[in-house]
């Protein structure tokens, strides 16, 4: 039996119909959604570059295909599966330029960008909080400035966290000689002492506080300390042959 004129060309727009629905069905089957989020005021520059060929994206590498040129936060974007790499930077050099590598597979993926203030910026940060810093210590106690130099400020993680030295100034008789170590925290604006000043600060004590934070106030310099004996110092020997030797 023969088929009409109509008959075949409804057939034939039956059957590319189908192909080109597996077609469709096989683009999308080699594609997958990708989702960046980042604060626009930190990063002024995201990248995603095509990726070595890797499933693990701590081992991907960049190569010098670009597949999107700038991506833009909150924007889905539909891209062949594979492994990809993503650069954002701030022209500003106040946040730290972020890579990571990044897998497309079965799932669609999320992905939010922390970012990091750079180690010049958060020194210039210091540098503006000091006076500020000293004021929050020796407002939680009015002795301290008679008896401590408050040193080695520094301002953390994203300008919410310091910490400082409180250097022993006190009579050679005083058996309280130690450094102690102030953590604070900025909220509202206004720096506040998150916990109480002491020579180690453990999580346990300052639980609120980033371990990173408390790391950091536990290894001020130690030559911000005064020494255990008076008249004597780390780096000059005592002489042989003294009288104090006899």
């Keep these: ?10 057939l034939a727009v039956i059957c590319s119909g189908f192909i080109i629905l597996l077609i469709i069905l096989a683009i999308l089957n080699a594609h997958q959604h990708i989702t960046v989020s980042y604060d626009t005021s930190k990063y002024t520059s995201v990248t995603l570059y095509k990726g070595t060929d890797s499933k693990d994206e701590k081992t991907i590498a960049p190569t010098r295909t670009i597949a999107q040129q700038s991506v833009e936060s909150g924007k889905d974007y539909f891209l062949p599966k594979g492994s990809y790499y ?12 972020r890579r990571q590598g990044v897998v497309l597979d079965s799932e669609k993926k999320s992905i939010s960008l922390p970012y990091d203030y750079t180690q010049a910026y958060l020194k210039q940060l210091t540098n503006k909080e000091q006076s500020a810093i000293d004021q929050a210590i020796t407002q939680s106690n009015s002795t301290i400035t008679s008896l401590y130099t408050i040193k080695s400020h520094a301002v953390l993680e994203k300008g919410n966290w310091a910490v400082a030295a409180l250097a022993f100034k006190g009579s050679g008789t005083d058996l309280n000689r130690d450094t102690l170590k102030a953590v604070l925290q900025k909220k509202d604006e206004k720096w506040h002492i998150a916990c109480s000043l002491k020579i180690s600060i453990s999580k346990y004590e300052c639980d609120n506080a980033p371990q990173s934070v408390l790391d950091a106030a536990n290894m001020i310099d130690i030559t911000t300390q005064q020494p255990l004996m008076p008249n004597y110092t780390i780096d000059q020997p005592r002489q042989r042959g003294s009288s104090a030797d006899v």
């Design 1 to 10: 039996m023969e088929l009409s004129r109509k008959q075949l060309i409804t």
């Design 86 to 97: 993503l650069i954002a930077k701030s022209d500003n050099n106040t946040v730290s330029t």
